[in-house]
Nanobody
């Protein structure tokens, strides 16, 4: 199993970023996928989850209405569109699925 995140960057408050997770080594279309994040000094927290067919999603209250998770089962990718970013969104963002984790991508929201 391999999960590779990309798209992290430094962005100003109110800005947007799109994270992507490229998956391989398992049956992607049969697996729910999740995005987690971990800020310095804090525990890792679930941000969003999407069902294997993309029909059902879950969002943490802190990101609801600002973040949107999607997936493309033809391309084996899971994405996280992040809008109206806040400084408190600063964290390393991890893709998770098939009992595995990616290496993480840094998102920094700062002016």
């Amino acid at each position: 199993v391999q999960l590779v995140e990309s798209g992290g960057d430094l962005v100003q408050p109110g800005g947007s970023l799109r994270l992507s997770c490229a998956a391989s080594g398992f049956t992607f279309s049969s697996s729910a996928m999740s995005w987690y994040r971990q800020a310095p000094g804090k525990s890792r927290e679930l941000v969003a989850r999407i069902s294997s067919d993309g029909v059902s999603t879950y969002y943490a209250d802190s990101v609801k209405g600002r973040f949107t998770m999607s997936r493309d089962n033809a391309k084996n990718t899971a994405n996280l569109q992040m809008n109206s970013l806040k400084p408190e969104d600063t964290a390393v963002y991890y893709c998770a699925g098939a009992a595995s984790w990616g290496q993480g991508t840094q998102v920094t929201v700062s002016s």
